[in-house]
């Protein structure tokens, strides 16, 4: 049970005891759900605070897209792209149809722009990195309040950004780019031309979506490649942003990351690699500490990430699940640390 002042009530809101007048009338029992002109009624007989039952706390992550709608658009983007030969395979034009069911499921969710979702460590499966940064790039635009034909072009741009990878024979899993011979790095950097020219005289794909192909991984600071560029069109600023989170996050190129160290590399090169107004953008809907990331606190007590604060990605509900001398937590102690002040997460436990 909490208190609220009734300024702060929301709709659907529950009475934890009723509202009774002075002599002792009901006005709203215990557990009745408060509607707007319940609370303007309140307001009317000068009422100024009630005792709001606490919400539960919901243990399920919140995802962009549900796990058996991700692996159908896995699946549909992987029959076409496995199918690809160079520069002879019409059925590519699917991917236009693909994008738009992605925007249109995503769009789909109540408030989306409004969310902070859990978005967790993968694996290396390229096809899945392809939805991935699509959903991400999607909500980053939408975000960003661009023109939804460009978000459209953002979309079919990154379902095909990395096809020049199709070209390629080399392991490029968990491995930095130290790790490559020099011939390997030198093939690997190939892959955004070799996309681009597979489709550069394709009449059905954007010109946005051909130049995300093309500079993916260029940088702002011109640190990027294939081409070493600065001046970077909008649109591929957007898709650099989430192309190299979720590349970190799922070790492509490079060794696999936890989240929130893929968004303080973001931060750290905010403004230097990357457009700073587009990582905020991106910033915004990103939990620090997806749902189920077990932390340890600065009192040395262990707990289970589940669930998110808006507004305070890095300071989520967390529930203890060890005390500070380990043993196990039997009853249920929730702490929200937007409420406690004095806590915070010390460290992610592996």
Partial sequence: ???????????????ATPVMTLEYQVILPQGATLKKDYIEKLKELGITEVAIK?????????????????????????????????????????????????????????????????????????????????SLAILTALKLQIDKKVIHDIGVGCLLHDIGLRYSTIDFAHKNAEQLTGAELAEYRKHPVNGYASLQQEDWISNISKEIILYHHERMDGSGFPLHMKDIPYECRIVNVCDVFDEMICGIATK??????????????????????????FLTFTAVYP????????????????????????????RIIRDKDGNAVKEKIIKDLVKVHNIFIEKVID
Avoid: W
């Fill in 1 to 15: 049970m909490v208190k609220k002042k009734i300024t702060e009530i929301q709709d659907n809101d529950i009475l």
């Fill in 256 to 281: 696999q990351t936890k989240v929130y160290e893929a968004i303080e590399y973001l931060k750290t090169f905010k403004n230097k690699k990357f457009d700073g107004k587009i990582v905020d953008a």
């Fill in 291 to 318: 749902a189920g990331t077990h932390v340890m606190t600065n009192e040395g007590e262990y707990a289970v990430v589940v669930s998110q604060n808006k507004h305070f990605h890095d300071r989520p509900i967390i």
């Fill in 54 to 134: 606490e919400k539960e706390i919901d243990d399920s992550e919140i995802v962009i897209l549900k796990s058996d709608i991700e692996r159908n658009f896995k699946e549909k983007v992987k029959d076409i792209l496995e199918r690809h030969t160079y520069q002879k395979n019409k059925k590519l034009t699917e991917l236009s149809k693909t994008a738009d069911n992605i925007i249109s499921t995503i769009l789909e969710e109540e408030q989306v722009v409004e969310r902070v979702f859990d978005i967790r460590e993968r694996s290396t499966d390229i096809y899945e990195h392809s939805i991935s940064i699509c």
